[in-house]
Every structure is written in C-alpha cells, then in structure tokens.
C-alpha cells in the first residue's frame, strides 16, 4: 500500500482543467457575484399616460449593500392563461452602479397602483407596496428620485395625460447572481 495518500479536495473537481493565464497574476478574475437573502427599501415609480400603465418602471433599492437601480420590462407572457386577470411577467434588471454589476430576476406583477412583485424564478424576488403616493406628492419623489422620468412626465403633460404612481415597501430576493456590466 502506498504511504502517501492522496489528500481529498473539499469541493469536486477541485483544481481540475487550466488556471486562467490570460487574469492577471494567473488568477482567474471574479466574474459574478452572488448576494443571498437581499431586504432593502424600495421605491418604484409606475408611469401612466392617459390612465394606462405603460410596460416598463424603475426604482431604487437600499440596502445593506449599497444601492441597486431597477429597470423593469414587460415580457410576452408564454401563455395567455397566465397573464388573464391584471398578470403581467417582467423582467427586473438590478444595477449597482458603484461596483459595476447586475443581475436580472423575473417576476410578475399584480395589484394595478398598489405594485406587487412575485416570483417567477430562483432568485425569488418579492415587493409589497407599504405606502402608495400620487398626485403631488408622487410628484415630488419623481422629481427627487428619477429625474429623467420627471423630463418625460413634464413634457409628455404638454400633450397628453401623463403621470406617474410612486409605491414604497420592502423587496427581498432569495438570492441575486451579479455579474459584470
């Protein structure tokens, strides 16, 4: 029997394949960043024209972390059962712009002004709204939060109907994969 054993690596195919040359120092460079068990306050502004909602809104998160800038889009629904009643499936893009990551999340939305987000995949990324703000006082958070969006709603108003619905509560993720911008 041999008497050098051969030493057993704690996690499977552990030092198996090519080290990264190309990184530097020969170290493979970090390309993605797991954050698990996320709870921050959000705030998400819900544009409006004419009384309708429009397929996309944005928000900002804080969190222990920092703070995330959400972009949501419609999707197409895979099925049209799904979407029947008020359903719609989005697309969640959470940036950090300070460390230059993002992860994506899909969720569907219900609740009309009153934003509720539930879980279409593994990151499990939920929203209650606590508190609804519209009219002037929506005005104002629009305006101190998204100011981009402020632009729009004020021009669009010279034409059209327009508006947005701010909603405020907590969002908590499971687990968010970042990676690189």
Known sequence: MDSKRRRVEPTPFEGV???FRSAPG????KTRSVVNDLVGLAVFALPQSGGRDVQWFSGHVATKQGQLQVL??????PNECMCAGGYGHYRLTLTDRKRRLE???RVSRTGGNC???SPLDASCLEFDADTIYTEAPAAAFVARFFP?????????????DADAVVNSGT???KQLVFTPL
């Open 17 to 19: 394949g090519r080290s």
């Open 115 to 117: 934003l509720r987000l």
């Open 103 to 105: 992860a994506v999340a």
């Open 148 to 160: 981009a969006l402020a632009k729009k709603i004020q021009a669009a108003n010279e034409a059209a």
């Open 26 to 29: 020969g170290e493979a460079k």
């Open 72 to 77: 949501a889009r419609e999707e197409e629904c």
């Open 171 to 173: 969002l908590k993720a």
